[in-house]
């Protein structure tokens, strides 16, 4: 079955300690997104990438970097976390045509990531 | 602007009742897209359903309905005769036109009690 795929499920990291999460997809889909959650708060939107082209979210934090080598592959890379950063990172996929907007977003499972 | 307001935090019901989300939203757009997604405690969103602001059809699929009206600008979905697996947060979430990012109303918390 196509999927969108994150290891680990769950990570555990320490205070300042980099940390990557990880995220593929067989999906094919053009358009890769990371989201954080923190509890019982809706999914906010990190960055996301149209193909190649890296879009981030104006009140993302400089401590959150993204990777896409390719179309299956996305990397979140959180250079030096805080205990503020424990939340649930989900990436997302969405088939996207240039400047339509609008497409369904399909979710992994998330990783949980936990600072001590 | 886009909002999405989800009013009910936590809504509980008894098997095999019947329970409504509601969720009203705001866009300056006239070309829209609002979306429902099911998040169990295993912490995954599932997609429930789309549908563009042209397609006024409400829907049904299995125990699950919506009910889409521009004149309030709601977008409300029922679970008809719940079950233990219904118990989830509920996400409604709205995306304009020529954007990729969806605006998330706050989640409705179902418990369905057996």
């Not at chain 1, 959180?78 to 997302?92: E, F, N, Q, T, V």
């Not at chain 1, 240039?98 to 399909?106: D, H, I, L, V, W």
Request: a negative charge; proline letters at 4%; glycine letters at 6%.
């Amino acid at each position: 079955d196509a999927m969108v795929i994150q290891n680990p499920r769950y990570q555990v990291t320490q205070f300042g300690k980099p940390v990557t999460l990880s995220c593929s997809q067989t999906l094919n889909h053009n358009v890769m997104y990371w989201y954080q959650q923190k509890s019982s708060q809706a999914p906010k939107l990190l960055f996301h990438y149209y193909d190649k082209d890296f879009n981030n979210e104006a009140d993302t934090p400089d401590n959150f970097q993204s990777r896409r080598p390719n179309t299956s592959f996305c990397f979140l890379d959180i250079r030096s976390p805080g205990l503020g950063d424990a939340a649930m990172y989900l990436c997302a996929t969405s088939n996207g045509l240039a400047g339509a907007g609008g497409e369904t977003q399909y979710f992994g499972p998330g990783t949980r990531l936990l600072v001590l | 602007a886009q909002k999405v307001t989800q009013a009910q935090t936590e809504i509980s019901v008894v098997e095999k009742e019947d329970v409504t989300l509601d969720c009203v939203y705001e866009t300056r757009d006239t070309t829209y897209y609002l979306f429902w997604y099911k998040q169990p405690p295993s912490g995954e969103l599932v997609f429930l359903i789309r549908r563009n602001s042209f397609d006024e059809q409400n829907e049904i699929s299995g125990r699950y309905s919506w009910n889409f009206q521009k004149s309030t600008s709601s977008f409300n979905f029922t679970i008809t005769a719940s079950q233990v697996v219904d118990s989830a947060v509920y996400f409604c979430a709205l995306s304009d036109y020529g954007n990729n990012r969806l605006a998330f109303g706050k989640g409705n918390q179902v418990v369905v009690i057996p």
